[in-house]
């Protein structure tokens, strides 16, 4: 098999990792590959059962009657198919983000996940976005970004993203769920965000969309032949 390039992008919500991963794979020819949207998949799975997040036990009984696919379309988007259902717009919602932070705290959850993650980076070149690729999933990368922002920003870019969909938003209950996130995805026990040794941190808080595409493909640029 020909050699495959992985480049992981790990960090807190609304970092802008998937607007920059997005960018980075098209400009790269990579597969991008957001991970989010397995434990996205996985809390609407339960969600759908009536399981809630935190019942591990529940959780456990019902994982291995949930098959997740994931395919890409013939514009290159990723897919999220959940027992051949494509649920890819379902699980976008603001209460499964939360529930998806729940649910991806279980070790049963993980476990069965990570394989499938790997698989993906065995066969083709990937830019990987979530919260433990350089850690856990892909702890060989050959390209590893820490990608971050304050609250506030991200939470203004959240609140921004809404009002532009027509949606009502209330800023300050954004920024609280983003705090209860952070919380929840950096505390927990087995596979925290957390900044690999051997990532680089980059601050996106004053830097707009493409000064980060900018920055990020130098450093991609100096330890991948692209
Ligand atoms: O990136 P996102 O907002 O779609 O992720 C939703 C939740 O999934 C996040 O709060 C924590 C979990 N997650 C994870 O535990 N590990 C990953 N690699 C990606 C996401």
Redesign the pocket.
């Known amino acids: 098999m020909a050699k495959t390039y992985s480049i992981a992008i790990d960090g807190p919500?609304g970092a802008g990792?998937?607007t920059i991963a997005r960018r980075l794979a098209k400009e790269l020819g990579y597969h991008y590959v957001?991970?989010?949207?397995i434990?996205?998949t996985v809390a609407y799975f339960m969600d759908l059962l009536g399981v809630s997040p935190k019942d591990v036990d529940g959780v456990e009984r019902y994982i291995d009657e949930l098959t997740i696919q994931i395919q890409y379309n013939e514009k290159g988007e990723q897919r999220m198919i959940m027992n051949g259902m494509d649920v890819s717009d379902d699980i976008r919602t603001q209460d499964i983000?939360q529930k998806?932070?729940l649910v991806?705290a279980h070790a049963v959850v993980r476990d069965v996940m990570l394989d499938m993650q790997r698989n993906v980076a065995k066969k083709n070149n990937v830019i990987m976005?979530?919260?433990?690729?350089g850690t856990v999933?892909l702890p060989r990368a050959n390209v590893k970004i820490f990608l971050t922002a304050s609250v506030e920003v991200r939470a203004k870019r959240r609140y921004d993203e809404l009002v532009a969909k027509g949606t009502k938003a209330d800023l300050n209950k954004i920024q609280e769920e983003i705090r209860q996130?952070d919380h929840?995805?950096i505390t927990r026990p087995i596979?925290p965000l957390k900044q690999a040794r051997d990532a680089i941190l980059v601050d996106t808080s004053n830097m707009t969309i493409n000064e980060v595409v900018t920055a990020l493909l130098r450093i991609i640029k100096e330890k991948i032949p692209v």
């Open positions: 919500a990792k998937s957001d991970t989010g949207a434990y996205r983000s998806a932070s991806s976005d979530g919260r433990d690729i999933v996130r929840q995805d596979a």
